[in-house]
């Protein structure tokens, strides 16, 4: 399905780094829940991310990863995601995530 530009430009992806990680029994599926800082403009906002295959809590802390600001925030178990971690899904839901090659300012708008 094509999508137009104008369509596109309303999905707001930034760039943020991962402050806090904490583990997610109430999850269904294995996920962590995530604390990212996405800069003074946008602060900080939560997420729930199903990346417990590839990575360890301290692989994540400090890690820059991109994410959708704009879109609702969803109840999740106990708990309120504000925000989509990106990443790359393989065979079985294995996630891989998006990054930038270089560590660059926190609330950078991708597009």
Known sequence: MEIS????????????????VNDFPEARNPAFQLKIDFGPEIGILKS?????????KDDLL???VIAVVNFPKKQIANFMSECLVLGAVGQDNDIV???????????LRVG
């Open 62 to 64: 400090d890690r820059q």
């Open 48 to 56: 729930s991310a199903q990346i417990t295959r590839r990575y360890s």
């Open 97 to 107: 995530l998006l990054n930038t090659d270089f560590k660059v300012e926190n609330g």
């Open 5 to 20: 530009w104008s369509d596109f430009e309303k999905v707001e992806m930034r760039v943020g780094t991962i402050v806090e």
